[in-house]
C-alpha cells in the first residue's frame, strides 16, 4: 500500500474518527466496567479486524458484562449462549420447521438461532461436544450457515468471542489446535486490583445503573475496518512478525534451541497474518499512520500463546507457552 494511496483525505478524516471513536468508546465502557483497561484496548484491537477473541479468566470477573457493555456502545446485537454438555449444533446456528398454511401446504423455513448476531458470547466453550464446537467456528470462517441445502449469510460485522474457565477442566472437552487457530486472540482477564474491586463493590450495590450512548453503527464499524486494512505496514515491520512466528515451529532451522528442546507444535501462517493485521489496528487506533515492529511485540502474546504446544518437558518443568513466547521476544531483537 503507498504511502500517497493511505494519505488521501478521506483516509485521514476516517483515521480522525476511528480514534474518536475509541476513546469514546473506552468512556462508554468505563461508565459500567471498573478496570479492565488492557483487555478492552484488545477487544478494540480485535474488533476493528474483524477477528475473534478467547477470553480466559475465572468466573465472576464480569466478562459477560464486559462484552455486552462493547457491544451496547458500539450499536451492535449481542447474543449470549451458555455451552453445557447437550448443546446441540441446531441450539446455535438454528433449525428448519414444518409449517402448513391455509391451504394446507407444507413447507419448510429456517427458524435462525442465536449466531446471527453481530456479537455472540459462546460462555464456557469448551464445555460442550466438538460437533457443536465445530458448528460455531465453522460460522466464525466462513460467516454463514447451512441448513437444508441452502446457505444462509451472517451480517457483518459479526464477532464471536468465546470464554473458558481455566480452573474446572472436568467435564470439559478442550478446542482442538485447528479450532483454537480461529481466533485471532488469547486474552486474558486477572483478578482486579484492590482499589478497582473496592469501586466495582461501591457501584454495583446501589440502585442507580449507567446508561450508555451508542458510539458508531454497523455500517460505520465496517467502513473502518476497512481502513485498518489500508493501514500501511513496511517490509521490515511484516519481517519481524514471520520471524517470530517461525521461530516457534522446532523444525525450523533457525528456531533457538529451547524452541526446538520444549515445543511441539509451533504456530501457523495464520499467526503471521493476525500478528500483522493486529498491529496496523493498534497503530491506528493510537493515531498513527504506519503499523510498527513495537506494535508487533505489543500483541505477539495474545496472537501467538494459543497456538504454541509445549512439549512433555516443558510440561513437567512449568515451562508454559505463555512464557515461551516471552523468551522468545527477549531473544528477538527488534
Not at 458484562?65 to 462493547?70: A, E, G
Not at 459479526?158 to 473458558?164: E, K, S
Request: proline share 6%.
Amino acid at each position: 500500500m503507498g504511502t500517497q494511496e493511505w494519505r488521501d483525505e478521506k483516509d485521514v478524516r476516517q483515521a480522525g474518527e476511528l480514534v474518536r471513536a475509541r476513546a469514546a468508546i473506552r468512556e462508554q465502557i468505563a461508565r459500567v466496567i471498573v478496570g479492565q483497561d488492557q483487555v478492552v484496548e484488545e477487544l478494540l484491537t480485535s474488533l476493528f479486524t474483524g477477528g475473534h477473541c478467547l477470553l480466559i479468566g475465572v468466573p465472576g470477573l464480569a466478562k459477560t458484562l464486559l462484552v455486552s457493555t462493547l457491544a451496547q456502545a458500539v450499536h451492535l446485537s449481542f447474543n449470549r449462549v451458555q455451552f453445557t454438555p447437550d448443546l446441540m449444533p441446531s441450539d446455535i446456528t438454528g433449525t428448519e420447521v414444518l409449517e402448513e398454511d391455509a391451504e394446507r401446504r407444507r413447507s419448510f423455513r429456517f427458524l435462525r438461532g442465536p449466531v446471527f448476531t453481530n456479537v455472540l458470547l459462546a460462555d464456557e466453550i469448551n464445555r460442550t461436544p466438538p460437533k457443536t464446537q465445530a458448528a460455531l467456528l465453522q460460522a466464525m470462517q466462513e460467516y454463514q450457515v447451512s441448513a437444508g441445502g441452502q446457505t444462509h449469510a451472517l451480517e457483518r460485522p459479526f464477532f464471536v468471542l468465546a470464554t473458558q474457565n481455566p480452573i474446572e477442566q472436568e467435564g470439559t472437552y478442550p478446542l482442538p489446535e485447528a479450532q483454537l487457530d480461529r481466533f485471532m486472540f488469547y486474552v486474558t482477564v486477572d483478578y482486579p486490583s484492590a482499589a478497582d474491586e473496592m469501586e466495582i463493590v461501591r457501584s454495583t450495590t446501589v440502585a442507580a445503573r449507567a446508561t450508555l450512548q451508542r458510539i458508531l453503527t454497523p455500517a460505520k464499524i465496517r467502513e473502518l475496518q476497512a481502513l485498518v486494512l489500508r493501514v500501511p505496514a513496511a517490509d521490515h515491520v511484516v519481517k519481524h512478525a514471520v520471524d517470530l512466528v517461525r521461530k516457534t515451529r522446532p523444525g525450523e532451522p533457525g528456531a533457538p534451541a529451547f524452541v526446538k528442546e520444549n515445543v511441539s507444535w509451533g504456530a501457523g501462517p495464520r499467526a503471521s497474518q493476525y500478528l500483522v493485521l493486529g498491529a496496523k489496528s493498534r497503530a491506528i487506533l493510537d493515531g498513527r499512520m504506519a503499523a510498527s515492529v513495537e506494535d508487533v511485540r505489543a500483541i505477539a502474546r495474545n496472537v501467538l500463546v494459543h497456538r504454541i504446544i509445549p512439549n512433555f518437558r516443558a510440561e513437567s518443568e512449568g515451562l508454559t507457552s505463555a512464557k515461551i513466547v516471552d523468551r522468545l521476544l527477549e531473544e528477538t531483537p527488534t
